[in-house]
């Protein structure tokens, strides 16, 4: 059974820092693993999604990094700002036959101060 | 283009009632998920429609969930009879297909509260 986690739970930094949040699952035998952000009482937003063959995706400040063989990802945030503040989730699509199937960190809850 | 909607956006019933839960995908996604998020737990996977067929049912959590999908379009989520411990919020989800390796899109969720 696939396991996700998410480290750390919680995470607070001062405007500007840059920062990494960890992932890592039990399960290599992964189709694609995503990071998205869900802010309070709204649902998720894709933020970068990496292929299983794939090590790194970057969008803006957003740097995604896969490690398949030991299960790890890191999510990079350059130049930390108050509106990163959200819960980031990790997650990892399954292949074989439950395709379709999402399985989900506890997630990080980022704040940024200014 | 507009985004995955849900509705109703929240729900307050009594025990014991059956409630219906809608999910209006991104137009020409074909790809539908649901999820649910019990307060304080992580996301947790319920079942997923590739077209309007469902190959993975194995997240329902009893035999009083149900889901249908039809037109390859609007999908429901149907949970008869329900307990105290269904109160959570369901997400739905659409793609572009399962098999593409594209993100999945969110909606805003159905905050559900059995009394």
């Known amino acids: 059974k696939q396991e996700v986690t998410q480290i750390p739970a919680a995470l607070s930094v001062p405007e500007g820092e840059n920062l990494v949040l960890n992932c890592s699952f039990t399960d290599s035998a992964i189709y694609n693993l995503q990071w998205f952000r869900q802010d309070p009482g709204k649902g998720l937003t894709s933020l970068l999604l990496?292929?299983?063959?794939?090590r790194e995706q970057t969008s803006g400040r957003l740097n995604a990094s896969l490690d398949k063989s030991s299960g790890r990802s890191t999510l990079y945030i350059a130049a930390s700002q108050p509106g990163d503040s959200a819960t980031y989730l990790c997650?990892?699509?399954?292949?074989?036959?439950?395709?379709?199937?999402?399985?989900f960190g506890q997630g990080t809850i980022l704040t940024v101060h200014p | 283009g507009a985004g995955v909607s849900q509705s109703p956006s929240n729900k307050v019933t009594e025990k014991g009632k059956d409630v219906e839960l809608r999910c209006d995908p991104i137009?020409?996604?074909?790809?539908l998920y649901w999820y649910r998020q019990r307060l304080g737990q992580g996301l947790e996977f319920l079942i997923y429609f590739q077209g309007n067929s469902a190959p993975d049912k194995s997240g329902l959590p009893s035999d009083r969930f149900s889901a249908e999908r039809t037109g390859e379009s609007v999908s429901t989520l149907t949970i008869q009879r329900t307990q105290q411990e269904d109160s959570a919020v369901y997400l739905c989800a659409s793609s572009r297909g399962v098999y593409l390796n594209q993100p999945q899109h969110f909606g805003d969720g159905t905050r559900l509260s059995i009394l």
């Open positions: 990496i292929q299983s063959s794939q």
């Open positions: 137009s020409g996604h074909t790809a």
């Open positions: 997650a990892v699509q399954a292949g074989g036959t439950s395709y379709g199937k999402l399985t």
